[in-house]
């Protein structure tokens, strides 16, 4: 009794899904024999109360899975009866003949929990007579149906088995809840990641506000001035004077030259909020760090800026003009870059705030 018991724990215990109770049943089926109680089939009924429905695996008389299905506790009366004994701890008891065994046959096909009578009854015969007794465990019901009712110290053997059963799959349901919890956990994770980079990303945008408005400016300006020229450039050409149009010309094409830079510009510092908005691929690319470094400590100072008009501080940088490009995610270091800057920005307000001593 106390191998078959241990028999039972093991397997249990190995299992990974529900699915796995599909290979448990024929187990349960192996063991009842082993333990010497007469039964012609057998099975396991899982309730899950919170859903109101039940998982039922059973297993033929060959000793292998014959029926797994999920049911709402109404769908079939038994399972109704089934639920309100297993609710109060008790043993249910009922049976079948012949008749009674074909007519619950055809009801479940009639819902879709099997596919055909005849695999259900294993290609026998339907029983003359089937006593149903079902012994409650925590998690449901086992379910054990022999020709004749079972004597006192047979239900003891089923009773004992059913209580193995439960604490085994009690294991299972709390490994099952640990994967959960830790898939949770990893989504939590990947949430916070998110939303810890949208949070920065407000900052930035502020700051790519102020950032952006500089080389538009320019644009704008070279703009502006380079229709004036292109303008006397006209009035000289109609002079005839072509020394100076040469001389205008090359005004202009200096002032298109400062165009697209400051257009570069704008553009990078684009790329750049969008970059950090976006999960990204991780994919590494050649980074010019001090390039990195001053687009975010610039942008940092006008984020906080723009919270706080009164902020102001002196930057002073001092790069390594000698450094190579890295090969690193731009994005990442770029987010890194910006949360320690603006906690640093963050610092010196503070320490402003409590007064000319504390700042310096």
């Known amino acids: 009794k106390q191998a078959s018991l241990e028999r039972?724990?093991?397997?249990?215990?190995?299992?990974?899904?529900?699915?796995?109770?599909?290979?448990?049943?024929?187990?349960?089926?192996?063991?009842?024999?082993?333990?010497?109680?007469p039964f012609i089939r057998c099975g396991v009924f899982i309730v899950d109360e919170p859903e109101s429905k039940i998982q039922v695996f059973l297993s033929n008389p060959k000793g292998e899975s014959l029926a797994v299905w999920q049911s709402d506790y109404g769908a079939i009366p038994l399972f109704d009866a089934l639920v309100d004994s297993w609710?109060?701890?008790?043993?249910?008891?009922?049976?079948w003949d012949r008749?009674?065994?074909?007519?619950?046959?055809?009801?479940?096909m009639e819902h879709g929990l099997i596919d055909d009578t005849e695999r259900y009854q294993s290609g026998e015969e339907a029983p003359d007579r089937l006593v149903l007794q079902m012994v409650p465990?925590?998690?449901?019901?086992?379910?054990?149906?022999?020709?004749?009712?079972?004597?006192?110290a047979q239900m003891e053997l089923v009773q004992a088995l059913a209580t193995a059963f439960s604490v085994a799959y009690a294991r299972y349901e709390d490994f099952s809840q640990l994967e959960k919890t830790l898939a949770d956990l990893k989504a939590t994770q990947a949430q916070l990641i998110q939303s810890e980079k949208m949070a920065s990303?407000?900052?930035?945008?502020?700051?790519?506000?102020?950032?952006?408005?500089?080389?538009?400016?320019?644009v704008n300006n070279f703009s502006e001035v380079?229709?004036?020229?292109?303008?006397?450039l006209m009035d000289e050409m109609e002079n005839g004077d072509f020394e100076e149009v040469k001389a205008l010309a090359g005004d202009v094409v200096q002032n298109l030259e400062k165009i697209v830079h400051h257009g570069q510009r704008a553009d990078s510092i684009v790329k750049g909020m969008l970059q950090?908005?976006?999960?990204?691929?991780?994919?590494?690319?050649?980074?010019?760090?001090n390039e990195l470094a001053d687009e975010y400590l610039r942008l940092a100072y006008h984020g906080l800026r723009a919270k706080d008009k009164s902020f102001n501080v002196r930057m002073e940088t001092d790069f390594e003009n000698s450094l190579e490009k890295i090969n690193v995610v731009p994005q990442d270091i770029g987010r890194v870059l910006l949360n320690l800057l603006t906690n640093a920005f963050h610092a010196i307000n503070e320490r402003k705030a409590s007064g000319p001593e504390g700042y310096e």
């Open 137 to 152: 465990f925590k998690q449901g019901m086992l379910y054990v149906g022999s020709p004749t009712h079972l004597d006192p």
């Open 87 to 95: 609710q109060k701890q008790e043993v249910y008891l009922t049976e």
């Open 276 to 289: 950090h908005s976006r999960s990204g691929d991780g994919k590494k690319e050649p980074t010019d760090l």
């Open 8 to 37: 039972v724990r093991a397997e249990i215990a190995s299992m990974r899904s529900t699915a796995d109770l599909a290979r448990i049943t024929p187990l349960v089926w192996n063991e009842l024999t082993a333990l010497g109680v």
């Open 201 to 218: 990303l407000g900052e930035l945008t502020a700051g790519i506000a102020h950032e952006i408005q500089n080389p538009l400016n320019f």
């Open 226 to 232: 380079s229709r004036e020229l292109l303008e006397e």
């Open 99 to 108: 008749q009674g065994f074909i007519e619950f046959s055809k009801l479940l």
